[in-house]
T-cell receptor, first 110, second 113 residues
Framework: KNEVEQSPQNLTAQEGEFITINCSYS?????LHWLQQHPGGGIVSLFM???GKKKHGRLIATINIQEKHSSLHITASHPRDSAVYIC????????????FGTGTSLTVIP | KAGVTQTPRYLIKTRGQQVTLSCSPI?????VSWYQQTPGQGLQFLFE???????NKGNFPGRFSGRQFSNSRSEMNVSTLELGDSALYLC????????????FGSGTQLSVL
């Protein structure tokens, strides 16, 4: 049983399209993180959310605590957005251990 | 401000050996956490250190251990290496005083032959 589920696993989009990646979790959380990983391994933290919505440039992250669901939206997608996007939650119920989704591999075609 | 530094970048070991990986956090960050990433299992949490004390621990065997020094630098040790320990090992730092973003290093790619 996975504490964090992401969908879709793989996503191919045309440049300019609006993209949504979903994350559902089953544990109580202190915060949810959206991470971006480019080929070569480096991980960048995009957002940390405990409620509501955050926006940074073309990226928007939302979280619904009652439904245990978060979404990451990319507006006007660009080939440089091609990466793996990973949802992670910190759970106080298990000593603030982190749980990770399996990631969404996004390819944006010019 | 310098980022999170992990050394070495690549490492090749043989079964049964032990290995030590190093992580230097961003200046002022007192929390360092460690993660294992494999193609099959994805990212998994190993442990977190804060002010030289292990604060949280994931579900890994006792062969995986760590420590943190007074300057917040952390080391991770894996003893009696197994083939399945081949992975990318990442560390991340943050101030550790509340919910906040993680800042990741570039990782150490460990291959066990």
């Amino acid at each position: 049983k996975n504490e964090v589920e992401q969908s879709p696993q793989n996503l191919t989009a045309q440049e300019g399209e609006f993209i949504t990646i979903n994350c559902s979790y089953s544990v109580g959380i202190s915060a949810l993180h959206w991470l971006q990983q480019h080929p070569g391994g480096g991980i960048v933290s995009l957002f940390m959310l405990s409620s509501g919505k955050k926006k940074h440039g073309r990226l928007i992250a939302t979280i619904n605590i009652q439904e245990k669901h978060s979404s990451l939206h990319i507006t006007a997608s660009h080939p440089r957005d091609s990466a793996v996007y990973i949802c992670a939650v910190g759970s106080p119920n298990t000593g603030n251990q982190f749980y990770f989704g399996t990631g969404t591999s996004l390819t944006v075609i010019p | 401000k310098a980022g999170v530094t992990q050394t070495p970048r690549y490492l090749i070991k043989t079964r049964g050996q032990q290995v030590t990986l190093s992580c230097s956090p961003i200046s002022g960050h007192r929390s360092v956490s460690w993660y294992q990433q494999t193609p099959g299992q994805g990212l998994q949490f190993l442990f977190e250190y804060f002010s030289e004390t292990q604060r949280n621990k994931g579900n890994f065997p006792g062969r995986f251990s760590g420590r943190q020094f007074s300057n917040s630098r952390s080391e991770m040790n894996v003893s009696t290496l197994e083939l399945g320990d081949s992975a990318l090992y990442l560390c991340a730092s943050r101030t550790g005083t509340g919910n906040e973003k993680l800042f990741f290093g570039s990782g150490t790619q460990l291959s066990v032959l």
